[in-house]
């Protein structure tokens, strides 16, 4: 007797789609404890942004490194920690080994301290002052990085789109058409998904080889562009049902307020760099 009701609602479940990660959708819910989720976008932007524009001009490998520190300690309190978080960690040290030593490979070793022999082929030779600008520029570039991780790994496009429309006042007829453009990145690699499988149910552009795999992508240009268009069509004729553009301003539904919490995070994080540039003052007094 109950095996009928469990088949018709088997009949009844949506089929699964593989649609693929939308960048630009809604954020999941996570825990409280994951502050950064609740700050507006242009306040964790705006934090970082003296750190990294003083970066640049650091030469030394203290300062880089304390804002790395800095900037894992938030990532690993503020976000949640994920495959990509780990996956990030793990990248930042390996890139940062990889530009400094090839930096150091290419400093020129006239303008560089020869007192520290590293490493001597024949008549080429690695110093340690090569070895240090170069690391020094690895970790300067990671720091960089990991703060800018600050704001991409806990802002969503929607979100950063109505806090520049409602806080730094960006024409909203900028600021959404922007958003729909973005938009039509995971649209395009759904469809392309959906393209290869029809090629490959029908048996069109087999074998393997270069010229194969060339044949194939040329049979998904035409295809692809024209869900492109018929894509462009409709969200042309939703945003024109909807007015939009035809007046200077609009009902937001969502709000991103800017509360007194931005302000403390960013008066903080401000504090917190003028304190590592001031304890390792990376410039000198010369």
């Known amino acids: 007797m109950t095996a009928a009701p469990q088949q018709q609602q088997q009949q009844q479940q949506p089929p699964q789609t593989n649609l693929p990660l939308d960048p630009y959708a809604d954020r999941a819910t996570a825990s409280p404890a994951r502050f950064l989720y609740g700050l507006n976008p242009l306040a964790k932007l705006a934090a970082p942004i003296p750190a990294m524009a003083l970066l640049v001009f650091v030469r030394d490998l203290q300062t880089p490194t304390a804002f790395l520190v800095l900037a894992a300690a938030l990532l690993l309190v503020g976000v949640s920690f994920d ?11 390996i890139g940062a080994l990889v530009i400094g030593f090839s930096f150091a490979l290419w400093t020129d070793p006239d303008k560089v301290d020869q007192s520290v022999v590293v490493w001597q082929i024949g ?6 002052g090569a ?14 990085v990991a703060l800018t991780f600050i704001a991409g790994l806990s802002t969503t496009g929607p979100d950063l789109v109505r806090a520049s429309v409602q806080q730094l006042r960006v024409p909203y007829r900028i600021g959404y058409t922007a958003l729909a453009a973005f938009r039509f990145v995971p649209r395009f690699a759904y469809e392309l998904d959906v393209i290869r499988q029809a090629h490959r149910v029908r048996g069109a552009h087999g074998g393997r080889g270069p010229f194969a795999g060339v044949a194939r992508w040329f049979g998904y240009i035409v295809p692809l ?6 894509h462009a069509e409709r969200v042309a004729l939703a945003m024109d049902s909807r007015a939009f553009g035809a007046f200077p301003d609009r009902t937001e539904r969502h709000l991103v307020p800017f509360r007194t919490r931005d302000v403390v995070f960013t008066v903080l994080f ?16 010369a």
Do not use: D, K, N
């Open 83 to 93: 495959r990509r978080l780990l996956i990030l960690f793990a990248a930042l040290p």
């Open 123 to 128: 008549s080429w030779i690695l110093y340690g």
């Open 131 to 144: 070895l240090e600008v170069g690391f020094a520029t690895g970790l300067r570039l990671a720091a960089i």
């Open 225 to 230: 562009l024209a869900g492109a268009i018929r």
């Open 270 to 285: 401000w504090a917190a760099s003028a304190a590592i540039f001031w304890f390792f003052f990376p410039w000198g007094l």
